[in-house]
């Protein structure tokens, strides 16, 4: 059982820039969610994708937006990059939620805007 | 969902048990607890989770006390290992389970 997979892992960007973070989720997990964690921070959640379809934001601009494939793999795009959108981006899937399972992680991409 | 407040650090002695308390006493009826860790700034794990009844798996058990509104995470033999930040968030089941509220944790540290 695969676990759930981030790229790319460190990425270094411009302010103003545009980046696009990937995520593979666990195999047989149909949702997944994006969360940003400053340092020294909890992860603070932007989004979930069910079925491609966005079902659920946090407290993010529009420039944060997201897609799902049919495979269930995700992407999380930032426009205008601001120095403030430094931080680590975590993926998480989870299974079809009619049960209360946990979320499976990935081990983050590391954004760093100078 | 409703918010949780834990404390930001504490110490434990290798080999004895860890107890860490969370506080959600504005959670509903329909919220489930979770526990998770993170270690280094990896991604965080998932620990273990509950309703209402305690529960117990391989790596920690969970207590809930009767009106729900706080529980304990119990590590029965800390290891150094177990060193990382502890998150304790409540959330709904479902596919309308949307966003999950982490606060900043509580800090375990497993000293010799």
């Known amino acids: 059982e695969t676990g759930v997979t981030q790229s790319p892992t460190h990425l270094i960007k411009t302010r103003g820039q545009q980046v696009t973070l990937r995520c593979s989720s666990q195999?047989?997990?149909?949702?997944v969610s994006w969360y940003q964690q400053a340092l020294g921070q909890g992860p603070q959640f932007i989004f979930q994708?069910?079925?491609?379809?966005?079902?659920g934001r946090g407290n993010f601009p529009p420039r944060f937006s997201g897609l799902q494939f049919p495979n269930y793999s995700s992407e999380l795009n930032v426009n205008a990059l601001e120095l403030d959108d430094s931080a680590l981006y975590l993926c998480?899937?989870?299974?079809?939620?009619?049960?209360?399972?946990?979320?499976?992680f990935g081990s983050g991409t590391r954004l760093t805007v100078v | 969902d409703a918010k949780t407040t834990q404390p930001p650090s504490m110490d434990c002695a290798e080999g004895r048990a860890a107890n860490l308390p969370c506080n959600h006493s504005?959670?509903?009826?329909?919220?489930?607890v979770y526990w998770y860790r993170q270690i280094h700034s990896q991604g965080p794990q998932y620990i273990i989770h509950?309703?209402?009844n305690n529960e117990t798996n391989e790596m920690a058990s969970l207590i809930i006390t009767e009106d729900r509104k706080s529980s304990t995470l119990i590590l029965p033999h800390a290891t150094l290992r177990d060193t990382a930040v502890y998150y304790c968030?409540?959330?709904?089941?479902?596919?309308?389970?949307?966003?999950?509220?982490f606060g900043d944790g509580t800090t375990l540290t497993v000293k010799p």
């Open positions: 504005t959670i509903s009826g329909n919220e489930y």
């Open positions: 994708y069910y079925r491609e379809e966005e079902n």
């Open positions: 195999s047989g997990h149909n949702t």
């Open positions: 509950g309703l209402k």
């Open positions: 968030i409540v959330r709904v089941a479902g596919t309308n389970a949307g966003k999950s509220t």
């Open positions: 998480a899937s989870s299974p079809p939620a009619s049960l209360p399972y946990g979320y499976t």
